[in-house]
């Protein structure tokens, strides 16, 4: 697949073409250099970076693994590909009636579902496409409202599956599908709908906005997240589900806790709020919550009060009722593995560690941040050990994955390190790293 010329598109291939070039270059590989090692024609290449071709999503995914990119260029592709999208929407509606119909909003979704297989890749697309849309007009709709029951159940099974995707995939490739889902809620968000179809449309949407701040700040577009966020509020108390509320916003402390930008003390309120939502009876919610508040708090080295708040976790996990599914055991030892990583309790730390052995696979970002957390744990007495633990682990994940969050597990092994480690080089490496791209 040779890509498709650019001259009737958007100038967003053009900024993808320059950010190419500049990691190339970067690399300091020839056009010829490039072209042997992801085994596409060298004038080819040249092209894309010209932008007078835009490259098929299997070359963008080679590009930015080769080059170690960290998921820009895929994000890159992804915005100018959903600018594509928009440019063709605007112009198949200005042909059109100025009154929009379900045609023309079936049209948009099909354009955000091509914008995101440029990410995701697969000639199934539009086959898979086409069949989404094919079921979503055979369900009989709700009396009054614009969707069925089902479509509103689908878009909840599909925020499951985007979570758990999401522990193994690149940032960019789950916010591709992110973007492919809400583009298909959006057109009924804005339309009239029964209280009860409103609120459980609102719901599923709030789940999706979520998500997709979520993978915003994980490629570093922090303004985008907290855009994504607002959204999320909005959504959630459309919904009318405290509970909800309560878990979304608590994701969103999860996720700032870990940019070096935040202040963590406005973070902590945000955590509290989750938390005081909860309300006061055990729950899942409860749970998730008293334990963000609490690695916020050991994060802004107020250990004694980190560890009460963590011990009200555990009481509120002991009291909850039975038939209440369980929390996730892993996230559980995760958050104590945060709490006396950071307080220096190596034993209650590595206790923390252990009990997740077997339950993840090693490309799970659970399994990748706790290597993390061990690695911490020695660099308080070795602190080139640690430094050198944490590098490898970088070294052996894709560079799609380097992310905001693994980047801000690996400074928890600056954080803890002794004051005179600071100027090792092993030290010095991995606070360039994770300040920084994979160039750093």
């Not at 440019?87 to 914008?115: N, P």
Request: one cysteine or more.
């Amino acid at each position: 697949m040779t890509g498709q010329s650019t001259s009737n598109i958007s100038a967003g291939w053009q900024e993808f073409g320059r950010a190419l070039r500049a990691w190339r270059e970067r690399r300091e590989l020839s056009l010829r250099d490039l072209a042997e090692r992801i085994r596409w024609n060298y004038s080819l290449i040249g092209k894309w970076e010209q932008g007078k071709h835009r490259p098929s999503a299997a070359a963008i995914t080679v590009l930015d693994a080769e080059l170690g990119a960290g998921g820009e260029l895929m994000t890159r592709a992804l915005h100018a590909a959903m600018a594509d999208a928009d440019q063709l929407r605007r112009s198949t509606v200005e042909a059109k009636a100025s009154i929009r119909d379900e045609g023309e909003d079936m049209e948009r979704r099909r354009l955000m579902r091509d914008a995101a297989v440029v990410a995701v890749g697969g000639a199934v697309a539009p086959v898979l496409a086409t069949l989404t849309d094919a079921w979503q007009a055979s369900e009989p709709r709700i009396s009054g409202a614009s969707v069925s029951q089902e479509m509103i159940d689908d878009w909840e099974d599909a925020a499951d599956v985007h979570v758990r995707r999401a522990y193994v995939d690149a940032p960019a490739i789950v916010l591709a599908g992110l973007a492919a889902d809400f583009a298909d809620m959006a057109p009924h968000l804005n339309r009239f709908q029964p209280e009860s179809v409103d609120r459980g449309l609102a719901h599923a949407a709030a789940r999706h906005a979520a998500l997709i701040a979520g993978k915003w700040f994980d490629l570093g577009h922090h303004r985008e997240a907290h855009r994504w966020w607002k959204k999320t509020r909005t959504l959630s108390e459309r919904a009318g589900d405290t509970l909800l509320a309560s878990g979304l916003i608590g994701w969103e402390a999860a996720y700032r806790r870990q940019d070096p930008g935040e202040d963590l003390n406005a973070v902590l309120a945000v955590a509290q709020l989750a938390r005081r939502l909860a309300g006061d009876q055990p729950s899942l919610s409860l749970v998730d919550n008293c334990g963000s508040e609490a690695q916020v708090l050991a994060m802004l080295g107020r250990h004694d009060e980190s560890i009460a708040a963590w011990r009200v976790t555990e009481e509120v996990f002991d009291r909850l009722p039975s038939g209440v599914s369980a929390p996730d055991p892993g996230s559980m030892h995760y958050a104590r593995s945060v709490i006396y990583t950071l307080a220096g309790d190596a034993t209650r730390a590595t206790d923390a560690q252990s009990a997740v052995e077997g339950l993840y696979q090693p490309e799970h970002r659970t399994a990748t941040l706790l290597a993390f957390h061990n690695a911490a744990i020695h660099a308080r007495t070795d602190p080139v050990g640690g430094a050198q633990r944490a590098l490898q682990i970088m070294e052996r994940l894709p560079a799609e994955r380097w992310d905001t969050r693994v980047k801000a597990a690996a400074r928890i092994v600056l954080k803890v390190a002794p004051e005179e480690a600071r100027g090792l080089p092993a030290v010095r490496e991995l606070r360039a790293l994770t300040a920084g791209g994979r160039s750093a």
